[in-house]
């Protein structure tokens, strides 16, 4: 079964600063995709970023990177020029390609210090 | 704005008393998801619609149904509420095909008295 690890419960950056996010998942899989979420307090989850597996480039959005290493089974979060509004619980997630069900870590809660 | 809304935002039932919580979509999605959300854990997949396709996930409680009448809709009725059962509970959309992200409602916060 896939598994998907955050290792880091908490994690706290100065406003302005960069900071990233860590998580590893298991898979025997090559075809996969995987996905950061984010969840603000009391307020719905959203789609940050998407990484295909197949593709070697790491995703970017705006301020959000992602450093893939497919080897490792690595996908880590870059938060760059970190805003209050970056403050949320931040889930990365795994899907099998023709599946429709996200695997979940458990989870990493960013703090932002003015 | 296209989104994905979920009533009530706030839930009170009585342990063993049914209750029925409620997703719309207005994205016109294939896919729509019913997630369990405990306090500072990872959602839990319950079961979810491909179009009218029902897939259970094999953990998922028989205390826990769903309907799906249209497209738009989807309901998740919990026939006989326990405490356990105290949670978050999240919709969610997608579209079907090669990994589509989801995208959630606001949620149901389910108290149990």
């Known amino acids: 079964a896939q598994t998907v690890t955050q290792s880091q419960p908490e994690m706290s950056v100065q406003e302005a600063e960069t900071v990233t996010l860590s998580c590893t998942y298991d898979t025997s899989e090559s075809d996969y995709y995987l996905f950061w979420y984010k969840q603000p307090p009391s307020r719905q989850m959203i789609l940050v970023i998407r990484q295909e597996a197949y593709k070697q480039q790491n995703a970017t959005e705006n301020r959000f990177s992602v450093n893939f290493q497919k080897a490792a089974k690595s996908f880590s979060l870059k938060i760059s020029d970190s805003q209050l509004g970056d403050a949320a619980m931040y889930f990365c997630?795994?899907?099998?390609?023709?599946?429709?069900?996200?695997?979940f870590g458990q989870g990493t809660r960013l703090t932002i210090n003015p | 704005d296209a989104m994905v809304i979920q009533n009530p935002r706030y839930q009170v039932t009585q342990f063993g008393k049914p209750v029925t919580l409620s997703c719309s979509q207005t994205l016109n999605h294939n896919v729509m998801y019913w997630y369990q959300q405990k306090s500072s854990q990872a959602p839990k997949l319950l079961f979810h619609y491909y179009d009218k396709d029902f897939n259970n996930e094999a953990d998922t409680p028989d205390n826990f149904q769903s309907r799906r009448p249209n497209t738009s809709f989807c309901f998740l009725d919990i026939r006989s509420p326990g405490l356990g059962d105290a949670a978050m509970y999240l919709c969610?959309?997608?579209?079907?095909?090669?990994?589509?992200?989801?995208?959630f409602g606001d949620g149901t916060r389910l108290s149990i008295l």
């Open positions: 969610a959309t997608s579209r079907g095909g090669r990994g589509q992200p989801q995208h």
């Open positions: 997630a795994y899907m099998l390609q023709g599946a429709q069900k996200l695997v």
